[in-house]
């Protein structure tokens, strides 16, 4: 079973909007990731933020991760009709390379 | 960055048929290959760690002599769906491990088992 949960599990809003989406865990990590997938397509990465630290940004991208919560959240400014599309976090665990994914994001930008 | 190819991207077979899937890593080695199958509108479950030139380790539930994996060399791992039925339609991803802390993502297949 995943031990990611994201919420919420569907968002709506409008293009400029900013969007913010959660995810919990519930073991030690390594590392927590975020990944974009297309419907039908394969994932793309877009974050990775590791357990020593507390925020990263990337462009309109912005990852906060708090281990004593085990929790992230990743907000995506100035959203545009072509973010749509579902994102995933995935947690490294302390073993290494094996990755966890949460249940995601379902994120539909309205132009 | 680095690509990971599957092939083929779409597939259609007759329940009871095996099927086969390839996933390479075009630009880089990878010791080790994941592979994931997704339901629709879920999210990623991983099968089975890959590792060149030794078996699969399997998650627990994932039957080994159902999904047979053999990663050959350090650019090809290849999953096989054997005597496939219909509860075995869903789309399957590998991704690459390249000994850094991220793993590079195939594009998908998608199995239809009729």
């Known amino acids: 079973s995943q031990q990611g949960e994201e919420d919420p599990q569907a968002l709506s809003i409008q293009e400029g909007e900013n969007a913010t989406m959660n995810c919990s865990y519930k073991t030690s990590i390594n590392n927590l990731q975020w990944y974009r997938q297309n419907s039908g397509r394969g994932l793309v990465h877009l974050i990775l933020i590791r357990s020593n630290e507390r925020e990263k940004h990337s462009g309109r991208l912005r990852v906060t991760l708090d281990t004593s919560k085990k929790s992230s959240s990743l907000l995506i400014t100035a959203s545009r009709a072509a973010d749509t599309a579902s994102y995933f976090c995935?947690?490294?665990?302390?073993?290494?390379?094996?990755?966890?994914f949460g249940e995601g994001t379902q994120l539909t930008v309205n132009p | 960055g680095a690509v990971v190819s599957q092939h083929p991207s779409r597939v259609i077979c007759k329940s009871g048929t095996s099927v086969k899937i390839e996933c390479r890593s075009l630009d880089f080695q990878a010791t080790t290959m994941f592979w994931y199958r997704q339901f629709p509108k879920q999210s990623l479950m991983l099968m089975a760690t890959?590792?060149?030139?030794?078996?699969?380790?399997?998650e627990q539930g994932v039957e080994k002599d159902k999904f047979l994996i053999n990663h050959a060399s350090l650019t090809l791992s290849t999953l096989t769906v054997t005597s496939a039925h219909p509860e075995d339609s869903s789309f399957y991803i590998c991704s690459a491990w390249k000994n850094t802390d991220t793993q590079y993502f195939g594009p998908g297949t998608r199995l239809t088992v009729l």
């Open positions: 890959s590792n060149e030139g030794s078996k699969a380790t399997y």
């Open positions: 995935a947690t490294e665990g302390a073993s290494g390379s094996r990755l966890t």
